[in-house]
């Protein structure tokens, strides 16, 4: 219980300011990376007919986020944010994982993760607007049904990002404030690991699909 709320910082001056950096966030984030960067190597190396199960799994992931991203835009645009799609799932969902491995934490336990992310996809997802409707048919959307109605639908916008984004935050910090407490309360040998184990591959899996299909739908309101 000790270690609740424990953060190792850098923090750096910079003109009279100071940058704080949370380096667990950063190296858990940079294995996630290193990670990913294998297993695509490994499942895309010596493609066969008969594919290994490495390579079968890759081909499984990707053929299903094209599916979904197809599905809820159109196969021109699939092409373009299906490897986005794809992309970010599997980086949530190691995330999201790794705090099942001991001495590891989630990036995601950190609000600047998915706080990030969230904004990502919604500069991504109001780019593809503007793109796809032009800005003058874009902008024209926010003055729907009345002209005055603009400030709440600019508020209900910016929304999405506080919602996707807490909403990830809260499952996983949740989960591992829960795991922390029952371990320290029953000292138990066979507790904790089912809880961190139901947190980190279950709850990690569902909050990792669920943030990963907003962002989706988030970009095809916008193109449509």
């Known amino acids: 219980m000790e270690n609740l709320g424990k953060i190792h910082q850098l923090i750096i001056p910079l003109f009279g300011y100071k940058i704080t950096i949370n380096l667990e966030v950063i190296i858990m984030t940079w294995i996630v990376f290193v990670v990913l960067i294998i297993f695509g190597l490994f499942a895309s190396r010596k493609k066969d ?20 991203t197809e ?17 970010l799932f599997m980086f949530l969902l190691l995330s999201n994982w790794l705090g099942i491995i001991p001495h590891l934490e989630e990036p995601t336990k950190d609000l600047n993760t998915p706080l990030g992310l969230g904004l990502m996809g919604f500069a991504i997802a109001h780019y593809a607007g503007i793109k796809s409707k032009g800005f003058k048919a874009y902008a024209k959307e926010y003055f729907q049904p009345m002209f005055f109605m603009m400030p709440l639908n600019l508020i209900g916008e910016l929304s999405k990002i506080v919602s996707i984004s807490f909403r990830l935050f809260g499952n996983i910090m949740g989960g591992s404030i829960i795991i922390l407490v029952v371990s320290y309360l029953t000292y138990s040998a066979v507790l904790p690991p089912l809880l961190n184990a139901f947190f980190g591959l279950f709850v990690g899996t569902i909050q990792a699909f669920v943030f990963t299909m907003l962002t989706l739908v988030y970009i095809s309101v916008q193109v449509k």
Not at 52 to 57: N, W
Not at 74 to 82: G, I, L, N, V
């Open 49 to 68: 007919i008969l594919p290994r199960p490495i390579q079968v799994l890759g081909e499984m992931i990707v053929s299903t986020f094209y599916q979904l």
């Open 71 to 87: 599905d809820a835009l159109d196969k021109e645009m699939a092409r373009k944010y299906s490897p986005l799609v794809c992309a």
